[in-house]
């Protein structure tokens, strides 16, 4: 009743004290051309933040609401999450990269990285949607944000690896993370279906329509990051490329495993997406065209053939409950892409490997890695090392800290819901006609919990 409103009051107003004490803008450009560079960043990164904004807060948001009756709460938590965890990362960041002389200063880029932050809570609570209270959620995504800084700073800084679409430090790591959390906060072993967790059609159909949003918007995400010119223009053409490919090679795999040749809307949900995940981690590198339709098509029949064969199967031998599929959207498609950044970069020729694999590092600086003539053969074989080990690395932080994550939710003052009230809209929100249907010989054991948590 009180602890929710009591953390956020209490994270906000912290929150509003050290801006108050440390942050601020940039002066005001006296240069000409100072403010003009400044207009061109800009007006170059704004358009693109736009689109992360409709990718995170609908695309996502809707994509969340193939759960019939948590469709609300899906969105509503999507959006608390992504706040919460944008100004978490804002502080973390400033703090951590950004703190001269007392102050930080405050830019579009610093905003633009925190939020790639939230993007990785918003990923993990997917394994866990619909059995969890917003207590949990906001402990989650305050023990995850510091993590994955730190590990994207590993990852970048110290391993040198080329991510700039987030395919191993957001997409690998967030998924990862997010079965740890759910291995340790179910630990009892696999749950049988629960009434509420069964798609409709309508629910199916607004979840498309969220997968279609963030189909059309994927790009800005991959490209935001890339070095303005032809690394950001290739990076855009390959995305392009990439989820055409798995939108394509998504109906034919889920035509061919269901039965009567029909199509699983689970399946077009996540599958399309998959070649988006896939083809970040080298968007920007010099290769064929075909490289990109074939990652696209690739990482969309591992999606489709995860939820149909591997899904199951852990469920059944490790009791993992993964109520998104996060492991097929973002953990098989990763893998492949990391796997597929180490060939890319192994077979290059000297002509065009000497080009710029960029990605702006938290630092706000270039951190570019030129592969290539300037490395000879031994740097290529030492980027590609560092290419998988970035990939472990990932995987191994990501997990065991999720683990210990997941154990703290275990708390009994997180308000964790009861199975019997979980998937459902009314635990946590007020429904005027519910209210009103609730007679004094209507109050079974479940309504009035569920009032309960209403009042």
């Excluded at 608390?80 to 951590?96: E, P, R, T, Y």
């Amino acid at each position: 009743r009180c602890l929710l409103p009591l953390c956020l009051g209490l994270f906000q107003g912290v929150l509003l004290l050290f801006f108050a004490l440390f942050v601020t803008y940039d002066e005001p450009s006296a240069q000409a051309e100072d403010a003009n560079l400044v207009a061109s960043q800009v007006y170059s990164t704004f358009p693109f933040f736009q689109d992360i904004q409709v990718m995170l807060v609908v695309g996502l948001g809707l994509l969340l609401t193939f759960l019939p009756r948590y469709g609300l709460s899906a969105l509503t938590h999507n959006f608390l999450l992504l706040n919460f965890s944008m100004q978490w990362a804002l502080v973390l960041q400033g703090l951590i990269h950004h703190f001269h002389h007392g102050q930080v200063h405050l830019d579009l880029h610093k905003f633009l990285l925190s939020e790639f932050a939230a993007v990785t809570v918003l990923i993990s609570v997917g394994a866990i949607l619909g059995r969890t209270s917003p207590c949990q959620l906001l402990v989650m995504a305050t023990c995850e944000v510091p993590v994955y800084l730190a590990s994207e700073w590993v990852i970048v800084n110290c391993l040198g690896v080329l991510d700039v679409g987030g395919t191993i430090t957001i997409h690998v790591f967030s998924c990862y993370f997010g079965l740890g959390v759910s291995k340790a906060l179910f630990w009892a072993g696999q749950k049988p279906l629960h009434p509420r967790e069964t798609p409709t059609p309508r629910s199916d159909l607004m979840s498309l329509v969220g997968m279609l949003i963030l189909w059309v918007f994927w790009p800005s995400f991959v490209a935001v990051l890339c070095q303005p010119g032809d690394a950001q223009h290739r990076a855009i053409l390959n995305t392009l490329l990439a989820m055409s490919a798995s939108a394509v090679t998504t109906v034919v795999a889920s035509s061919l495993l269901e039965r009567d040749g029909k199509l699983s809307p689970g399946h077009l949900q996540n599958g399309s997406l998959a070649g988006g995940v896939a083809i970040g981690v080298v968007a920007d590198m010099v290769m064929p065209p075909v490289v990109a339709l074939a990652l696209g098509s690739l990482s969309a029949m591992a999606c489709v053939l995860g939820f149909r064969f591997l899904t199951p199967l852990l469920g059944r031998k490790l009791a993992l409950q993964d109520q998104c599929g996060i492991h097929n959207l973002h953990g098989l498609p990763g893998i492949l892409g990391a796997a597929a950044s180490a060939v890319v970069i192994l077979v290059a020729s000297k002509d065009t490997s000497g080009s710029h694999f960029s990605q702006l590092s938290p630092a706000g600086g270039n951190a570019s890695e030129v592969v290539g003539e300037e490395q000879g053969d031994g740097g290529v074989s030492r980027q590609a090392l560092c290419q998988a080990a970035g990939l472990v690395v990932a995987i191994g932080v990501s997990l065991v800290a999720g683990l210990l994550t997941g154990a703290a939710l275990r708390l009994p003052c997180l308000a964790r819901p009861p199975e019997r009230l979980c998937f459902d809209d009314s635990l946590h929100f007020k429904f005027q006609d519910q209210v009103e249907s609730l007679g004094p010989g209507s109050m079974t054991e479940e309504r009035a919990l569920a009032l309960k948590e209403q009042v």
